[in-house]
T-cell receptor, first 115, second 112 residues
Framework: GESVGLHLPTLSVQEGDNSIINCAYS??????FIWYKQESGKGPQFIID?????DKRQGQRVTVLLNKTVKHLSLQIAATQPGDSAVYFC??????????????FGRGTQLTVWP | ETGVTQTPRHLVMGMTNKKSLKCEQH?????MYWYKQSAKKPLELMFV???????ENNSVPSRFSPECPNSSHLFLHLHTLQPEDSALYLC???????????FGPGTRLTVL
């Protein structure tokens, strides 16, 4: 099967700094990508998504970059805050023509923000 | 809140017990999912229901039995579980292809 993975299992940043979380995928047919945030004791929450016809998409304090050439996805968090501490997952969808949003998840990166 | 609720939030059961997990979505979605989340592993998709019909079963042991009586409710019936089945069980729903899935808070299951 296809794999979605993360380069680093943990990331520690100082409050106020920018964070970059990376993700690699192997299915060149993937056309939709999502970043989720999972806080302790909660289910994953949607952060931002991007389709394969885009290279960059910005949200509030977050930016997702997609490099289809090297099959790489990144999530940038500006001015990281303690509330950003969580596990971040990337997920990809490659079910072309499917009626379902079947997602493949990476292992997750634990982001820790220290004062 | 994401619009997806799960009960119970925590469950401890013995290997001979029978229990059920419940999920309800208030989003009008047409697909629902069960995932298993174990420590240090990616989310594992267990079952997918579309329009109340099971369309995917990822080689899940028969001791897990899903049920989807309508598009808003999803159950996971558990019987004769093993300690290695202890995990966080997450329910999600979505609408259409290539759309985000909304997750519930999960049920933390411990099998003794």
């Amino acid at each position: 099967g296809e794999s979605v993975g993360l380069h680093l299992p943990t990331l520690s940043v100082q409050e106020g700094d920018n964070s970059i979380i990376n993700c690699a995928y192997s299915n060149s047919a993937s056309d939709y990508f999502i970043w989720y945030k999972q806080e302790s004791g909660k289910g994953p929450q949607f952060i931002i998504d991007i389709r394969s016809n885009m290279d960059k998409r910005q949200g509030q304090r977050v930016t997702v970059l997609l490099n289809k050439t090297v099959k790489h996805l990144s999530l940038q968090i500006a001015a990281t805050q303690p509330g950003d501490s969580a596990v971040y997952f990337c997920a990809e969808n490659s079910d072309r023509g499917s009626t379902l949003g079947r997602l493949y998840f990476g292992r997750g990166t634990q982001l820790t923000v220290w004062p | 809140e994401t619009g997806v609720t799960q009960t119970p939030r925590h469950l401890v059961m013995g290997m001979t017990n029978k229990k059920s997990l419940k999920c309800e979505q208030h989003l009008g979605h047409n697909a629902m999912y069960w995932y298993k989340q174990s420590a240090k592993k990616p989310l594992e998709l267990m079952f997918v229901y579309s329009l109340e019909e099971r369309v995917e079963n990822n080689s899940v042991p028969s001791r897990f039995s899903p049920e989807c009586p309508n598009s808003s409710h999803l159950f996971l019936h558990l019987h004769t579980l093993q300690p290695e089945d202890s995990a966080l069980y997450l329910c999600a729903s979505s609408q259409g292809a290539g759309s985000e899935q909304f997750f519930g808070p999960g049920t933390r299951l411990t099998v003794l």
